[in-house]
């Protein structure tokens, strides 16, 4: 399975932004799908994943009452509803698939496949 996120852009602190997650190849089995960040000089960071059905949710501390992940596997897409953006939330996000629909290593970036070019989200203060 191969992902691309997009939706990025400059946005003032305080504002919105909703990234969208286009998966393609082999999409018709269960997984689990992802979104990290990677900040300039840090490492990539769990943001939020999204079980299967959809009802299963998970954030990083910092994302969460914030952040909304969601999913629509009819499109074969994922979302992720960013409000009250905060300058510490500028990084590249990137979305990611994990090929087994389970909540073990959740956040772990290392069973995730299909990383593909991230989407630059800019908060300015």
């Known amino acids: 399975v191969q992902l691309q996120a997009s939706g990025g852009g400059l946005v003032q602190a305080g504002g919105s932004l909703r990234l969208s997650c286009a998966a393609s190849?082999?999409?018709?089995?269960?997984?689990?799908l992802a979104w990290f960040r990677q900040a300039p000089g840090k490492e990539r960071e769990f943001v939020a994943a999204?079980?299967?059905?959809?009802?299963?949710?998970y954030y990083a501390d910092s994302m969460k009452g914030r952040f909304i992940i969601s999913r629509d596997n009819v499109k074969n897409a994922m979302y992720l509803q960013m409000n009250s953006l905060k300058p510490e939330d500028t990084a590249v996000y990137y979305c990611?698939?994990?090929?087994?629909?389970?909540?073990?290593?959740?956040?772990?970036?290392?069973?995730?496949?299909?990383w593909g070019q991230g989407t630059l989200v800019t908060v300015s203060s």
């Open positions: 190849g082999r999409t018709g089995n269960r997984y689990t």
């Open positions: 990611a698939a994990r090929l087994l629909d389970t909540a073990a290593r959740i956040s772990d970036s290392r069973v995730y496949v299909g």
């Open positions: 999204i079980r299967w059905t959809g009802d299963s949710t």
